[in-house]
């Protein structure tokens, strides 16, 4: 089924935002903080970083000044949207002893109506990646299940690509197939941008058209696609997923590893930024006097030795066993786990490693290294 | 509270620092009453002219071993400690003061002193454990009150504390910081400290300065050669390593297995 597409000016647009909040919909898009774009709530279109893009490099990342004039010429914000939906750290329970026994005081709220405006596929991509960890199996996150079902999600296909950029060769983007409610595309060439937008649902057409939408002309969908086929043709960086699990089983004793454990820093920013890594903890807190608990969830992270802790130590002691295992899961088990690689390719794990180690590269350097010792053809 | 049901009793002594950790106690006025009450701070020169005899159940030691006096002093406190919980980093790494570690300590003496005969000190300014065995260790300049009252709780329901030993980056992502080192160029000690501060520096857009101390297998000469990459020299990189934790080895190895200019 071919799905609605409209044209929309600005003045949509900025209706679009204004409808989400009679919706009673908490409207989050990529804002400018701290040097970095973050998903923070918007009021207007006014909050949208126009006049800002990024440069995107390994281990650097700079806000520049933009001229386009477009409200979407940048890339991704620092964090996917595993950080509004699959909270960094919540308090599950409190509880206090009464009579002998205890009462719990604290179950998490009811989740609030989030829109996110501004995602972009490789975003859509990992929410669909989330979803199938979080909820596709026989224990289901009620938490994320809570806030994700609330969500309402206007997305922008990426008609240019950032360098670190390697969604092409996953599949994910730069145009996004679905996972959104609204589509976005804009044209921000001549004067006032223009937009074009794709109902990907019931509620998008409903949005759309009470915001004066009107039907795209055909040529206006011939062009974005066109613009998503130049940002896909435009990336450097790609990985070949379905080589990946026959090449972490032929090189799991690589010297390769020992070479990028030597940068590794076991930092985990890879896995904080990762917009599919999922991995929690549990703390239990109690009050001095033992009347109250606490129990709080936290994102966790691979590359900390803790993660791998049993008894008489932790399993994973080495940088290398820690990499290893993060880029094996990432690009191959997951794929047997969870029927997908864990990766989108937005790049954010290249762009937010302190010392900028390229997952990319890295896994070319591992194709390259089973190549050499592969015998020679007959 | 111990199997006799009496609470159990704590002492606070203090070495080569300058009082701040045990301020950080002090500093709990919110829940100040409340360890009063959970406890039985039986020595405290600093808040209480209560001065009971050991043996303690718990004993938090801040500063560092400089002097003979110190040695043997430390030697008898471990006999009164059931536990004994180092408080900061001069008391777990050495602190600032083991600068002089890597100079002629007489020679200072000399030139700083009027009257050089009335000092007696050690050639170098060593963390607790180099002495004697200790239990656990809470780090920081100063230590964090949160991670003190977590200690404290932790002890008295027989559960271990969550105090974790990674990077210092995974607490400041979950705070949602934009990364300084990433995003502004500054060089930021975050990736081999360990967490606890609750990201202070970076969250103010400052580079953290390790007053935590490096993390489980920190990688400090990789982040090292960023900060040179940042544009950083070598005498800056040193001294971003060599302050108030630059004595532990994960740090120390910077300078000293770097090759000689």
Known sequence: MRRKSYRLDATGLAALIGRLHEQGYAVYGPRVDDDALHWRRIRSVEDLPRGWTQELAPARARLVPDSSGGLFHHWTCAEGLKAMLHLPLVRVMAARRENGAFRILHNPPPAAKCAFFGARPCDLAALAILDRVLLGDRYVDDIYRARRENAFLVAVHCTESAPTCFCASLGTGPRARSGFDIALAEFAEAGEPEYFAEAGSPAGIDLLEACGAQPAPPEMARQVEQACTRAAGAQKRSVNAHAAPALIDALFESPHWDRVARRCLACGNCTMVCPTCFCVNYEDRNSLDGQEAERWRLWDSCFSQSFTYIHGGSVRTSLKSRYRQWLSHKLARWQAQFGTPGCTGCGRCIVWCPVGIDITQEFQELQAAAAAAAPPRE | ?261
């Open chain 2, 1 to 261: 509270m111990s199997s006799d049901g009496r609470k159990p009793r704590i002492a606070v002594f203090k070495f080569a620092s300058c009082d701040g950790c045990q301020l950080s106690l002090l500093d709990a006025e919110d829940e100040l009453l409340a360890v009063a009450g959970a406890v039985d701070i039986a020595y405290f020169p600093e808040a209480s002219r209560r001065m009971e005899k050991g043996p303690y159940d718990i004993v938090l030691v801040e500063g560092s071993i400089t002097t003979h006096h110190d040695a043997e002093a430390i030697q008898r406190i471990r006999r009164q400690a059931k536990t004994l919980v180092t408080i900061g980093a001069c008391a777990t790494a050495g602190g600032i003061q083991a600068l002089r570690n890597w100079h002629d300590t007489a020679e200072w003496v000399r030139l700083v002193y009027a009257k050089p005969d009335f000092i007696s000190t050690l050639k170098t300014s060593t963390p607790v454990a180099e002495h004697v065995p200790v239990d656990f260790e809470l780090r920081g300049c100063p230590i964090n009150k949160h991670q003190l009252l977590e200690l404290i709780a932790a002890t008295l329901a027989g559960r271990k504390p969550n105090i974790p030993a990674y990077s210092l980056c995974i607490e400041c992502k979950r705070r949602g910081n934009t990364c300084v080192m990433v995003a502004a160029g500054t060089p930021c000690l975050g990736p081999v400290t360990q967490a606890g501060c609750g990201a202070i520096c970076p969250s103010m857009r400052r580079g953290c300065y390790g007053c935590f101390g490096p993390m489980e297998s920190a990688n400090a000469p990789s982040l090292a050669s960023q900060f040179r990459v940042l544009g950083a020299s070598r005498e800056e990189v040193d001294r971003a390593f060599r302050s108030y934790n630059g004595w532990s080895w994960p740090f120390r190895r910077v300078f000293e297995e770097a090759p000689k200019p």
